[in-house]
């Protein structure tokens, strides 16, 4: 018999293996009984300053002896568990007479490739950047002030946006296609616990391995890939795809799956031209803001010794307002990186390693923009609202892909930075101590401005205290929906092209690219044949 449990307790300085007496005494089971188990969630519960503590869900098996559930409803609830079923449709009989091409190599690509090749389809990844090992080298000598490759950079190459921001895996999506996803990135390198912590994270030292594993095993399973291979244009003849043009040559196919990403704005303007049905949609922008790591800890735990056990703390936090500011991508530990897809434009993000090991901690703080703010209907109005404010904050860098910063308390009073100011932060190319309501739109300034005292006083004065603000931060979310039908996942009228994940303007982050991506690949089975037995 199988039994869930939810909210089982654990003092932060307690083993997991502890919780075999936890279960035992909750179910009136002896130790021997409950010696199987697994943990399905967990999370930090910080409410008490004095006493942190592990909040698990876990699923129990028991010997079927004639149990009786007990009588507990509420938050301390025990109910009979049934494993999800993973959906891995039959093959269909429509043949295939090339392979599947998928644009991009993030994740929403990745594990499509993943699943197609594991059932016999032997995808073909076509990437416009290098492969991670070069692209690791590449932006190693941006971040020391070399030249900026519009190809080959934080955002563009194996892995995609996610291979060098940062790496959470958080989801509030469930079910088991996420397990499935967070099993595969298990495979190929990442840590048990990503199935089950509440905000798990891999960390920017190790995805690059991770990506490279899943290249192997996708290589492995009959799929390819091709690098420095861009998308120039779809072949469509009477409704449907015939192959693509690219960088390297045209490649016949029947079959696109577009994984591009929300920074591939050339490709954005080839699909309005192409005719490809896709609209503009609201989007998050706004400043990032950089604090020490030991503010936060010390508002988060109280105590050093939590510190100790548990690590560089993060955050999340909400300013209700007319509209809402919102933290976004908490980096502990972490440090600020640029997020340039285009030349002489200029954009921040945040990443850290797995350790969390820099004095640093970075934030996105953000406000939903509304398509009522572009100023236009066109398709691309979002994408030309982040140019605009993108090349100014070029300029207020010095046109040398500096970040543009300035204090917290100076950007919500509205006072200018003093003349020749220098302000520390963790970007590692350089900073130039500016007025940031210039990078971005009045009306962002206003809600920000409204929003971080808000912050502040949640904090009771600790957020403001020591940071800083750097932007823009542009890139939270796609300012793009490419259209889609809901059953079939293809774009209407268009058969064989199949829009995924965040640039498709479907997905949220890793992990929702990623089963995005995987859905339309099982879409995919269920119509056509493989090309080999799988």
């Known amino acids: 018999m199988l039994l869930r449990l939810r909210n089982l307790e654990l003092p932060v ?21 409950v010696a199987t188990w697994r943990i399905l969630r967990k999370s930090l519960d910080a409410r008490s300053r004095d006493s942190l503590k592990f909040v698990y869900s876990a699923v129990v098996t028991l010997p079927d002896d004639g149990f009786h559930l007990p009588h507990r409803h509420g938050p301390e609830r025990v109910e009979k568990f049934d494993s999800p079923v993973f959906d891995d449709p039959s093959p269909g009989i ?11 190599s993030g994740p929403g690509g990745l594990l499509a490739a993943h699943y197609l090749a594991q059932r016999g389809y032997q995808p ?34 194996e892995g995609g946006a996610g291979t060098f921001s940062d790496g959470k895996l958080t989801c509030r999506m469930s079910g088991p296609d996420v397990d499935w996803v967070l099993e595969r990135f298990v495979e190929c390198g990442g840590k048990p616990e990503l199935r089950y912590e509440n905000r798990p994270h891999l960390g920017s030292n190790r995805l690059p391995l991770l990506v490279r594993n ?22 469509i003849v009477d409704g449907r795809v015939r192959g693509v043009m690219t960088s390297s040559g045209y490649i016949r196919t029947s079959i696109v799956i577009l994984a591009i990403g929300h920074s591939a704005r050339d490709t954005y303007e080839m699909l309005v031209r192409r005719g490809v049905p896709l609209r503009s949609k609201a989007f998050q922008l706004g400043l990032r803001i950089e604090q020490p790591q030991s503010v936060v800890n010390r508002h988060k735990y109280g105590r050093p010794e939590y510190e100790r056990l548990l690590g560089a703390a993060d955050y999340t936090l909400v300013a209700r307002g007319r509209p809402d500011v919102f933290t976004f991508c908490m980096c502990a530990g972490g440090v ?76 919500v009073s509205g006072r200018a930075p003093s003349p020749g100011e220098r302000l520390v ?50 890139r939270g979310s796609s300012p793009v929906r490419i259209d889609r039908d809901n059953d079939s996942r293809q774009s209407p009228n268009i058969a064989g092209l199949y829009p995924v994940g965040e640039g498709a303007g479907y997905a949220g982050g890793i992990i929702s690219a990623a089963v995005d991506g995987l859905r339309t690949a099982k879409s995919v089975v269920q119509q056509f044949a493989p090309l080999r037995n799988s």
Not at 149 to 157: A, I, T
Not at 217 to 232: A, D, N, P, S, V
């Open 13 to 33: 300085d307690q083993p997991e293996a502890a919780l075999t007496n936890v279960i035992a005494e909750r179910l009136g089971r002896s130790v021997e009984d």
């Open 94 to 104: 429509e043949p295939l007479s090339d392979p599947p091409v998928i644009v991009g």
């Open 124 to 157: 073909l990844v076509i990437e416009r950047g290098d492969p991670v090992k070069t692209r690791v080298h590449a932006i190693r000598q941006f971040d020391r002030g070399g030249d900026f490759d519009r190809e080959n950079n934080y955002l563009f190459g």
């Open 214 to 235: 899943f290249r192997r095993k996708i290589e492995t399973l009959g799929g390819r890939y091709q690098f420095r291979c861009r998308l120039e244009d779809i072949d």
């Open 336 to 411: 600020i990186i640029p997020s340039i897809s285009e030349p002489d434009m200029f954009c921040t993000n945040g990443m850290s390693n797995s350790r969390h090991d820099t004095p640093f901690a970075n934030s996105g703080l953000v406000v939903t923009v509304g398509t009522d703010e572009f100023g236009s209907d066109h398709p691309l109005a979002g994408v030309e609202l982040q140019r605009r404010y993108e090349s100014a904050a070029f300029r207020l860098g010095g046109g040398t892909y500096f970040t543009p910063i300035q204090r917290a308390a100076d950007f």
């Open 425 to 474: 932060c963790s970007y590692q190319r350089g900073s130039v101590t500016t007025d940031l309501s210039q990078v971005i739109p009045p009306s962002i300034v206003r809600a920000i401005r409204a929003g971080l005292p808000l912050m502040d006083r949640q904090w009771r004065g600790d957020f403001l205290r020591d940071a800083i603000l750097v932007g823009p931060e542009m």
